[in-house]
């Protein structure tokens, strides 16, 4: 009687979670961005986050938690009940903090869990035209012959633009300095007008003063040629074989959320990301969508994040913690 009834309660759950799964979502969703309202990641959620609602039929609600180099948002992610109910918008530098950070109040490989790979945003290698050169190569030998006096320029010290320079220092076995600003739009400037040599910032912001000769664009930083520059080579192409850098930006859910919730949000939000009308409107933006599992995605993050160890350590790079 006892196993009968043992049986009974056991189907009887499993059916419960079944229908809870298949009535996922039966209120609003928070999306959070752990940034200021109008850069990359949150204009990207924002698209997503107006067409999930529809697809959803509940109001998805981006909530921007800037701080902390984006720790105050995806630790508020990270501690959400783990119910589909809240996600996070998440891209590199998250990965990156784990290397930056002697401590932090959450673990970025096992207090999430992955939805979705959901696009990226490569750089470009601009110099000013004081600089002789018109190829990755032709930069290397300079930088060889100037050892320690070209400086290129960050958003910030660990941020991807910043390790940008710091693995193409490596890789290219070259000795050049860095120079942290406050952000791109205090970096260009200098950049434009000399005082700095070299940088990685997105084709978007580059081209307008490539276009009138403040600039010269050498390279892209992903492993393909990207549809935004196709005249420019791949630093990869150049002479530096794996060399790929940029900002990517991904969905996570926390640790234990249901499978057949982040089943259903990464088939929702892989439709959204893989609309020929949201692919040519990010686009424009630099940022090329390419949707994937749940399981590529964590190879992904994963591998990115030992990656990263690696330049971080060799680079002596830290953050205050």
């Not at 932090?104 to 790979?117: K, Q």
């Not at 190569?137 to 320690?148: C, F, M, S, T, W």
Request: charged share 20%; proline share 7%.
């Amino acid at each position: 009687m006892k196993r009968v009834v043992s049986v009974f309660v056991g189907a009887a759950l499993a059916f419960s979670a079944c229908a809870a799964g298949a009535a996922y979502p039966e209120r609003p969703i928070r999306f959070i961005v752990p940034t200021t309202p109008g850069g990359g990641a949150d204009t990207l959620a924002r698209q997503i986050a107006t067409r999930l609602s529809e697809r959803f039929n509940q109001q998805v609600v981006v909530d921007n938690r800037p701080g902390a180099n984006g720790i105050t948002g995806v630790d508020a992610a990270a501690k959400a009940n783990p119910d589909g109910y809240t996600i996070l918008m998440t891209f590199t530098d998250h990965f990156v903090n784990p290397s930056l950070y002697k401590r932090l109040p959450f673990d970025m490989s096992n207090d999430f869990a992955p939805v979705i790979f959901v696009g990226s945003l490569p750089f470009v290698l601009a110099i000013n035209p004081s600089v002789q050169a018109s190829s990755v190569q032709e930069l290397i030998n300079v930088a060889r012959a100037k050892p320690g006096q070209l400086n290129f320029g960050s958003a910030g010290t660990g941020g991807s633009v910043h390790l940008a320079g710091e693995l193409f220092k490596a890789m290219a076995k070259i000795d050049i300095t860095h120079v942290p600003y406050k952000g791109t739009g205090a970096a260009i400037p200098d950049l434009v007008g000399g005082r700095i040599q070299l940088m990685f910032p997105s084709a978007i912001t580059a081209k307008p003063f490539a276009d009138n000769g403040r600039l010269k664009l050498l390279a892209v930083t992903s492993l393909k040629r990207s549809p935004d520059v196709p005249h420019l080579p791949t630093v990869a192409e150049s002479g530096i074989p794996g060399f790929d850098v940029g900002i990517w930006y991904g969905v996570l859910v926390a640790a234990r959320t249901p499978a057949d919730v982040v089943k259903r949000l990464n088939a929702e939000i892989g439709r959204i990301v893989g609309a020929d009308e949201l692919k040519a409107m990010m686009m424009k933006q630099g940022v090329t969508l390419a949707p994937g599992t749940p399981e590529q995605f964590r190879a992904f993050y994963t591998a990115e994040m030992k990656k990263w160890a690696k330049v971080v350590k060799d680079a002596n790079i830290s953050a205050v913690n």
